[in-house]
């Protein structure tokens, strides 16, 4: 027997000790730092414990449940929800600090239900028998110029035809304007995004001209919450508003937001994706904004209440008492999501929305496919990525971003990678505050 070459050991941030995890078997314990040390050696107290628990294996053994985890993924993502992104427009009614979409055409639009209803076709035959939903996308998506509300008012009606769930990601300066227009529609969630109380949010997302948008929001929100309509809050984070998040999160508590089982939240890290940033000191790598927010939970744990940061694998093993099932892709581009515009134009997915190099083909004025480019989206999992193959951490990380990944190297095959170990060894001592005492000790759900 050997170790398994899915075997990740890190240690514990601010413990002696270190944790082993194997993505594969989906197995975890807390052990010591001469247990880890013996491990590297390839010294094995008890080899019996671990080969059940799959940390030493045979590799024929390992090769064959490999296989069986992936099969049984790609059957999993086949029957998956598929997320259709729909983008009627790149215009904006603010002026965010960040905008990574300043490049784009912000044309006015008229109403466009032709290029509305070639949207519907295509999806209609492309997808049939697929669960789906529409997220509809900017740009911001709820202006409320003339144009712009018939826009929304006949994809609404063309969705709900359809019997099809809606999702909004807006900055929602107008949400309460809509949220009579969502009666009768299926509205899955609104998203959100709030960078900070009023003097920090309004810093960085103002209106064109300069106008404060907090307030408004916040009462869009309010009366999305009473009217039953789901809210995903988004937080953009760089190091000029990580340090009020806490404010944030004691203002939505005290709203009693956090309590509203329609109320969620998500934090997303600000950083170069379409256009380059001219501050680019104020933007965190993913490790060095996770340290800094597993720093500021320690001072404020209520932020907990607020937000549950994953951690990598660390969340979902406390709330589930086990790991997730392998993760063999972490991109759903041109998989279990797609993207569309009103001029017309097919994307791989929200990353690449708009950008006239990654136009996929289009569904208006003619249906066209670049079918080999999107052969390749599609293949992309971490089988496919040949810095994946030796990796410990592949199927915990699913190879990243292909977009980001893209960018980087040019090639979608090329991993975006996530820094797993560093993750988890600040997620477990954050969500599990007491081990077993056996040795290696399990971890489960104590105290979830």
Same mark, same amino acid.
């Given at each position: 027997?050997?170790?398994?070459?899915?075997?990740?050991?890190?240690?514990?941030?601010?413990?002696?000790?270190?944790?082993?995890?194997?993505?594969?078997?989906?197995?975890?314990?807390?052990?010591?730092?001469?247990?880890?040390?013996?491990?590297?050696?390839?010294?094995?107290?008890?080899?019996?414990? $671990?080969?059940?628990?799959?940390?030493?294996?045979?590799?024929?053994?390992?090769?064959?449940?490999?296989?069986?985890?992936?099969?049984?993924?790609?059957?999993?993502?086949?029957?998956?929800?598929?997320? &259709?992104?729909?983008?009627?427009?790149?215009?904006?009614?603010?002026?965010?600090?960040?905008?990574?979409?300043?490049?784009?055409?912000?044309?006015?639009?008229?109403?466009?239900?032709?290029?509305?209803?070639?949207?519907?076709?295509?999806?209609?035959?492309?997808?049939?028998?697929?669960?789906?939903?529409?997220?509809?996308?900017?740009?911001?998506?709820?202006?409320?110029?003339?144009?712009?509300?018939?826009?929304?008012?006949?994809?609404?009606?063309?969705?709900?035809?359809?019997?099809?769930?809606?999702?909004?990601?807006?900055?929602?300066?107008?949400?309460?304007?809509?949220?009579?227009?969502?009666?009768?529609?299926?509205?899955?969630?609104?998203?959100?995004?709030?960078?900070?109380?009023?003097?920090?949010?309004?810093?960085?997302?103002?209106?064109?001209?300069?106008?404060?948008?907090?307030?408004?929001?916040?009462?869009?929100?309010?009366?999305? $919450?009473?009217?039953?309509?789901?809210?995903?809050?988004?937080?953009?984070?760089?190091?000029?508003?990580?340090?009020?998040?806490?404010?944030?999160?004691?203002?939505?508590?005290?709203?009693?937001?956090?309590?509203? /089982?329609?109320?969620?939240?998500?934090?997303?890290?600000?950083?170069?994706? !379409?256009?380059?940033?001219?501050?680019?000191?104020?933007?965190?790598?993913?490790?060095?904004?996770?340290?800094?927010?597993?720093?500021?939970?320690?001072? !404020?744990?209520?932020?907990?209440?607020?937000?549950?940061?994953?951690?990598?694998?660390?969340?979902?093993?406390?709330?589930?008492?086990?790991?997730?099932?392998?993760?063999?892709?972490?991109?759903?581009?041109?998989?279990?999501?797609?993207?569309?515009?009103?001029?017309?134009?097919?994307?791989?997915?929200?990353?690449?929305?708009?950008?006239?190099?990654?136009? $996929?083909?289009?569904?208006? /004025?003619?249906?066209?496919?670049?079918?080999?480019?999107?052969?390749?989206?599609?293949?992309?999992?971490?089988?496919?990525?040949?810095?994946?193959?030796?990796?410990?951490?592949?199927?915990?990380?699913?190879?990243?971003?292909?977009?980001?990944?893209?960018?980087?190297?040019?090639?979608?095959?090329?991993?975006?990678?996530? /820094?797993?170990?560093? &993750?988890?060894?600040?997620?477990?001592?954050?969500?599990?505050?007491?081990?077993?005492?056996?040795?290696?000790?399990?971890?489960?759900?104590?105290?979830?």
């Amino acid at each position: 027997m050997e170790q398994s070459r899915h075997n990740i050991i890190g240690k514990i941030k601010g413990s002696d000790e270190y944790f082993i995890i194997n993505p594969l078997t989906k197995e975890a314990d807390i052990i010591s730092e001469a247990f880890a040390e013996d491990l590297k050696k390839g010294i094995y107290e008890d080899p019996d414990e $671990l080969h059940a628990k799959g940390y030493l294996t045979e590799p024929e053994e390992e090769k064959r449940r490999y296989r069986h985890a992936y099969l049984d993924f790609i059957d999993a993502r086949d029957t998956d929800e598929v997320q &259709l992104f729909y983008v009627p427009t790149y215009a904006c009614n603010f002026s965010c600090s960040y905008c990574y979409q300043e490049g784009y055409d912000h044309q006015s639009i008229g109403h466009t239900p032709e290029v509305i209803d070639a949207f519907f076709a295509y999806i209609d035959r492309e997808f049939a028998g697929r669960d789906k939903y529409i997220t509809v996308f900017g740009g911001e998506p709820l202006l409320t110029n003339a144009n712009a509300q018939a826009n929304i008012e006949y994809l609404i009606a063309q969705a709900t035809a359809r019997s099809l769930g809606l999702a909004f990601v807006t900055n929602g300066y107008h949400l309460e304007h809509y949220i009579p227009l969502f009666e009768g529609a299926f509205i899955k969630e609104v998203q959100v995004t709030m960078d900070g109380v009023a003097a920090v949010h309004d810093h960085r997302r103002m209106l064109k001209g300069g106008a404060g948008s907090f307030q408004q929001i916040v009462r869009g929100v309010d009366a999305a $919450l009473e009217a039953g309509i789901p809210i995903n809050l988004r937080v953009v984070l760089d190091r000029d508003n990580m340090p009020h998040l806490a404010e944030l999160a004691d203002f939505a508590i005290e709203k009693g937001w956090t309590d509203h /089982p329609l109320f969620k939240t998500q934090l997303g890290r600000n950083y170069e994706l !379409h256009v380059c940033q001219a501050e680019q000191s104020r933007l965190y790598d993913r490790v060095s904004m996770y340290e800094e927010l597993y720093a500021i939970i320690q001072e !404020h744990p209520a932020l907990l209440k607020f937000h549950r940061p994953a951690y990598s694998l660390s969340k979902f093993l406390f709330e589930q008492g086990e790991l997730p099932d392998p993760l063999f892709d972490s991109c759903p581009a041109c998989k279990t999501e797609w993207a569309f515009d009103y001029t017309g134009g097919i994307y791989s997915c929200t990353a690449t929305v708009g950008k006239s190099d990654e136009q $996929l083909g289009t569904f208006y /004025p003619e249906v066209t496919r670049k079918e080999q480019i999107i052969a390749q989206w599609e293949d992309r999992d971490v089988t496919t990525i040949p810095e994946c193959a030796g990796c410990s951490l592949q199927l915990a990380c699913g190879g990243g971003c292909g977009s980001v990944a893209k960018n980087r190297t040019g090639k979608i095959s090329s991993p975006d990678c996530r /820094p797993v170990r560093e &993750l988890m060894g600040m997620g477990i001592p954050l969500y599990f505050n007491e081990y077993h005492q056996d040795s290696p000790k399990t971890l489960d759900n104590q105290g979830a």
